[in-house]
């Protein structure tokens, strides 16, 4: 019993002495800390921790101009608020038509002297002649009736509030219609390749392509105010 009793006074000694030489050494390494700084938060730590963006308060936001707003591209037309998503797609179709078109008119003399309807009657040759030119040339003219109107980039002016609608010409060449805002009018019966009209020029555009919902309104005309007619008062 004596010796179990020395034993466990030993072990109760030596943890008790491992407690205080740890209650020591950390008290000097924060007399250490305090003194050289290390403890103490530093004034451009506090200063940060002020600045914040959590503590900061939402700023307001200002009401600019949608044409101010518009991140697209600037040019002598003005700032870049729409480009047609078909540009590409109605470029192809019309090279297309045009490449099959003068195919046809080059193979049209061979496939008259080799089936033999050049020397055959008159009427055999215009109907053929008829029905090649149908896919020939009207082909190409009711494509580019229909996609005449389509504008693949439209530029706006903020300051002199015009427009610039850039569209396709019967050669595949860019054509510029320019157009004041008080110019565009609405159709009162809506057609499936007409949005708008501008300078007595349908134009095709999608709204759901404009950059900011702000610059298709005021090309419309729908931000500005209106009012109902009233009725005359001597009528009945």
């Known amino acids: 019993m ?18 205080n030489t740890t209650c020591i050494a950390s008290a000097r390494r924060g007399a250490l800390w305090g003194a050289s700084g290390f403890g103490r938060p530093r004034g451009n730590h506090l200063h940060a921790v002020k600045r914040s963006p959590l503590f900061l308060k939402p700023k307001a936001l200002s009401h600019t101009p949608s044409s101010f707003l518009s991140t697209g591209a600037q040019s002598e037309d003005g700032n870049l608020i729409y480009t047609g998503s078909l540009a590409t797609a109605v470029r192809g179709v019309k090279f297309f038509s ?17 089936s033999g309807l050049g020397v055959q009657s008159p ?15 009207l082909t190409p003219a009711l494509l ?17 509030d015009t427009y610039a609608a850039v569209t ?12 004041h805002q008080k110019q565009v009018r609405i159709p009162e019966v809506s057609k499936m390749f007409t949005t708008f009209y501008a300078n007595d020029t349908g134009l095709l555009v999608n709204p759901d392509m404009f950059r900011l919902p702000q610059d298709y309104n005021h090309l419309m005309g729908y931000d500005k105010p209106f009012t109902f007619p009233t009725p005359h008062p001597d009528r009945p």
């Open 98 to 114: 045009y490449s099959t078109s003068g195919a046809s008119l080059c193979l049209m003399p061979q496939i008259l002297l080799k």
């Open 144 to 160: 580019h009736l229909f996609t005449k109107g389509y504008v693949i980039r439209l530029y706006h002016n903020p300051e002199r």
């Open 168 to 179: 396709y010409s019967l050669l595949l060449t860019e054509r510029r219609t320019l157009f």
């Open 123 to 137: 009427a055999l040759q215009v109907a053929f002649c008829g029905i090649v030119g149908f896919f020939t040339f």
């Open 2 to 19: 004596l010796f179990l009793y020395r034993i466990l006074r030993a072990r109760v000694c030596l943890i008790s002495n491992s407690i």
